[in-house]
């Protein structure tokens, strides 16, 4: 679906063309056509190609879709593959947005994602001195929305996190301890796949060898990859706190289970002394003198409470009760 | 077995020859020839190694098997060793598929595999707009055939790992988890020594210094590469994801010893207190006064059963029954 | 909020000026500026950019705070982001100091932070044989201050590590101890956000290609980088410490568990032995003649101590009691 | 102990030469001399050494013997390193072969190993047209055999492994098999320790500058390295593995603890339920009417039995029978 | 303090200079000056500094101590910071070696070191052939004697590993087992620090760009760099065992009370099963006929005993017991 297809010139824009008009608002001095498509169809990216002249296996991947995260060179083109990640209903949307872009123009199709990128194209329009860089300007702003939402993400697992570390060493919750971790760690690990590889591909925007079509905004990238590593430096670090703390729940368990097993063997013995002696004054024998003395009874009953008490006693001393 | 042995010219078939003329058809202008052997015999190799000039160390590789996957130069020539990788009855059947390739031939002989690549040479045929990139581009549709085989065993390793993951947190589960986890693994490791030394190989056909027989087909090579990428990532994820998964499950298996070892303390808690009590009453003493009273049986029992009642309660609200 | 605003030339202070004058004096041959600002609010920062000609990207990150530690080359001047870790009540504190450093200026400005660097100044005011190399030197100082106030943390946080290790072997202590490991392995982590990424970047300042401001002074931010080595692998180290104690307090756990459990087992035979036995001699069987004899009571306690006895001599010596 | 000491001109055999005679034949045109020794003593190295104008640091080496396996370039001599790995009456024997070659020698000398490469000189000897790339190829054949003794190590380790895997979800067979494992490991550790530096170092003689000397060989040493890979991979596949076998091998202490315990729990509860029913009946108050009854006895203990039958069955149905 | 102040020229020793006379010597051609110093003071490293002309900031180092292993170039003189390593009473003992190296002096402060260097002059002047190489060789003669001594120090690690390995399948010694591998990772990792940067900056002075005044002598400190790897990859062994070790031993104290677990249950089972019984006999119906039996009483003792073996001889065949 066609969103918008707008021609600028020195960073003013001239107005929304036809989709047919493209080739020839390309070819003209200073201006370049920014048109943004949403889950285009495989008409509509033939329509384009034909229109920009795109590589076949740039618009191929961007009609298959389901794309890592790249940025590769066509030439004196650009084709970026992008995911954006979304929280919807709690759990994660991966989405993908697909850029071409070369000196005169910039196509963004954005696929399976819920927020727009409008708000992109009124802050460029708002700011001509900026958007006279042309269209590296535009791909760059378009990066750095899609960048600017990994934060929110990042906070929202970030906060998860903090919520279940309260709970890491509070009795009877480590079965919905690590249940969480582990809902989180997957969470972490779809952000992480979003995030590494647009790092990783940033970097050939901003050091080294740039291609020429970025060589006037390579600081915008240096900007933009610094808010990447940002983010997988978060991510790294959730990720070695989750696999910390699966351990230390495990701990916890093992401890919660050893104190547990500590009271379970007090009581057991406290009990098994009173079976046993009480069994002592069950026994039949004829010749048991106490059974026939008049305060045989109560007297038994009180050694019974005063040995099982000594060892309660002794129990509780140690720790075991 | 000889499957097939075809000279092409600018892209059009010229017809299929018999393998002696194969080195005439070779010195031939924007000609080559494309065979497609299949688990060929000493014989059979020693023949093409006349025919096409291979390299005895290649030769010998091919004829060995079992090689690593890999991409090498010799002068002018390229000898690229894959791993096909195939469900076959639920077991990972791993073949082998050697290519020979210069710029006027393709040989290709494939061992242990069960699928054929006839469908790739038909493909090529029906697009000569492609196919007059000459040989280079048999390759990279030998290669990218390879590959996409890869994508329905990630499929089905990712959605087994699923099907784990939803027992995970299930009761009574954990043996078959963590035996289904560790032949996962192994599957995984299978499919990880396919992927990983050819992502490797690939590397050299695309970045830096590239064989010049390639050098034209560069874009292609690229995209056979961001393919492994994708495929690569996908399995260290479900490695990654297999290590925490039995960290986890080895955790449920504790969360659910120490819920039985509370249960057991519980009632063996309840029982023994009752067992000491009744023989209290068992005792043989002369003077035991309740014993004679008319409702002191009735009345023991309901002592017990009131003290029993409250352990149980006591039991229940702290979660150990 | 401005802290100080000073110009110097050949090493030696000339006077603080006021902040309208920075642009005239910033023009005069081997002079430089050096500002402190705190807390700066945005019309402050604009200010500044103002009578400096900052870039836009650095002021921005000066402005939003919260970045990651790193230094950026802009033209001829660069721009730092270093983090400050104070132990402020047992926590620790993470602020923030921005340098902006050219030829002819430094202009600092610190973000929650506790201490300040009045004492950097002070010490450069004290040395013109140093300070006399001009802007780089500040700068050196001012990340030497920093990277010097990361040395007692450490200090501290291995004193927390030493204290653990002490206890980790002590019976009991092993919930106190897996939480105080867990505490410290956080607590490390936030150090180590500040120490490596500045690390890796003053690299960039000492080999390779250096920014032509630092040239003359790569000898001091190799002794900077030098330090920042050292408290990167102490910091590594207590990581790795702290995994292999979480590791032996686990088995630690598991081995009092064990002792427990045996100890457990031991009293529970010998009691269940004794309550067998006089079980057998309350049975009310008419021909059991020892019940008529006249020591049968003595002797059948006599029976079961000499068992019971027999069984803890066992115990004792196979170490289970 | 010299074990042969023979000239080489264009590829074939001249003649077993005395060793005084050595440095003279290496002057000669085309022609080489191949020299083995075994567990050379060190007056025997010093002859060598005059022979052959060896470098005073690689002799030493040699003669202690102990190296870590290396390639050194001494000028226009190469000094190389290998380990050797056996397998004698089950356990890993690792020997060391050092090879000092040159445009117009070899000399090898091999210590603490089993098989020589006697057979390495007479396929040499056998393929003259190979032979006369010179000496070169003599070290390429005495790697090559080297490396290829490998594979037998490796296939047995991998086949106790999977001797191991068989076993690992069998009950009762975690003892032994944690000790296999750790066995295992060991040796594969020992392996490891032949095969990655040798690795590393035959990496020097076949991509970036290679010594001259080995220049027209390059492709054979690729050949080499490529079986290295191999290896190497294979060694670090079984390490990934027995390392998820220890830790499915815990989890399935754990599980059939676990089971047991369940059991454990199953009976107790049966048994205590019972004797604490035979205990109210064993109770002595005056007015308990069952008692007197003709079919109490029997009544009793149906009761008792259905009790038990009842939790046997409920055990049974929930898995802890 | 000063320990030795020697001249030398053409690789003899000339005489022993008073301190004074430094500036002097170090004019001279194909002479220099060999300073040894122990636990030097400010003074004595001021005075070395004005004679020597040392640069500030490796001074400093010097001074203050404690830095990580280095090797740092200062214009055309070196910096080295080295770490020994010695065994004083069970307990590792870190001392410092510090060398200042130039074209006509060498100059090396130890400090809290145990054993000293003179065996390293003695050496050096015995062999003339070797010294007349000038300062670097004594350089390299220094490092070779620092890094010599840390192989006995791998090599008790080594065997205390081995003597754990040999407890580790004991029952019963799992805790000394884990309080000795912790400690042993603790003496690991001090050595460690010692060797890897040691082992990262030598090999500044053998590969690439190597600092002139090394550069007549790569192939010495390429022999030390070697000795390192070994060391190296001897404590990266160790440490690789010790966690391997952790995990085995903590799989052992689960197997023994697992093992545990099975006994106790066990027996348990055997008591609670006579227990039970005889507690049945113990009832006070009034018809229960066996009790007028005349051998009822034994009888009842000879079904116990048979239930009782009975289940003994399942237990046993079983391998609970």
């Not at 990640?85 to 696929?111: H, K, P």
Request: charged share 25%.
């Amino acid at each position: 679906m066609l969103i918008n297809c707008v021609a600028y010139q020195e960073g003013k824009k001239l107005n929304s063309i036809p989709v047919e008009e493209i080739s020839d608002y390309i070819q003209k001095e200073a201006c370049f056509v920014w048109v943004a498509l949403k889950d285009a169809t495989t008409a509509e990216l033939k329509q384009m190609q034909d229109e920009f002249g795109l590589h076949d296996l740039a618009v191929e991947d961007a009609q298959q879709g389901h794309q890592r995260p790249k940025i590769e060179e066509y030439g004196d083109s650009l084709f970026a593959v992008m995911h954006t990640v979304e929280f919807i209903d709690g759990e994660l949307n991966v989405g993908e947005v697909d850029v071409f872009v070369a000196e005169n123009y910039v196509l963004s199709t954005r696929n399976r994602t819920h927020e727009g990128f409008l708000g992109v194209r009124a802050r460029c329009e708002k700011e001509p001195h900026h958007l006279v860089q042309g269209s590296a300007f535009v791909f760059y702003a378009l990066m750095d929305a899609v960048v600017d939402r990994y934060f929110p993400v990042v906070v929202a697992l970030e906060t998860e996190l903090e919520t279940i570390e309260e709970q890491i060493f509070t009795k009877g919750s480590q079965r919905a301890n690590i249940e969480r971790l582990y809902e989180l760690k997957r969470k972490v690990t779809i952000l992480k796949h979003a995030v590494a590889p647009l790092l990783e591909a940033v970097g050939k925007l901003e050091g080294g060898r740039v291609p020429p079509i970025v060589a006037n905004t390579k600081d915008y990238f240096r900007d933009v990859q610094d808010h990447l590593y940002r983010i997988n430096t978060s991510i790294d670090s959730i990720r070695d706190t989750i696999s910390t703390a699966i351990q230390v729940n495990l701990s916890m368990v093992s401890i919660d289970e050893s104190e547990v097993n500590k009271r379970l063997a007090a009581w057991a013995a406290i009990f098994a002394v009173a079976t046993a002696f009480v069994g002592v004054w069950g026994m039949n024998f004829e010749h048991m003198p106490e059974l026939q003395w008049k305060y045989g009874y109560p007297v038994s009953l009180g050694i019974v409470a005063v040995i099982c008490g000594y060892l309660y006693y002794r129990f509780k001393k140690s720790g075991w009760l």
